[in-house]
């Protein structure tokens, strides 16, 4: 009985954890956040440092290669 309550509060701090994430996420959205950054604020509490550089690397890849395109052809 005791592994099924300790289960069960696992399962609950986690469950409790996303929601706060959610709502972190959707407070940092209603106050425009992404015009400012490229990730929510829970990506950065979840993933590590060389994650977060890696994929920063290729959003700003990805945006060159978009800025690239609009200079050739126009809009």
């Not at 399962?11 to 209603?30: C, I, V």
């Not at 990506?43 to 440092?49: A, D, E, I, K, V």
């Not at 994929?55 to 290669?65: A, K, P, Q």
């Amino acid at each position: 009985m005791r592994k099924v309550i300790n289960k069960l509060k696992d399962f609950w701090a986690k469950q409790k954890r996303k929601m706060e994430l959610r709502a972190l996420d959707a407070q940092w959205e209603m106050m425009f956040g992404y015009c400012f950054d490229a990730f929510p604020p829970s990506f950065r509490l979840t993933h590590t440092q060389e994650e977060i550089k890696q994929c920063t690397e290729e959003y700003c890849s990805n945006l060159r290669i978009i800025a690239e395109n609009y200079k050739q052809n126009g809009c």
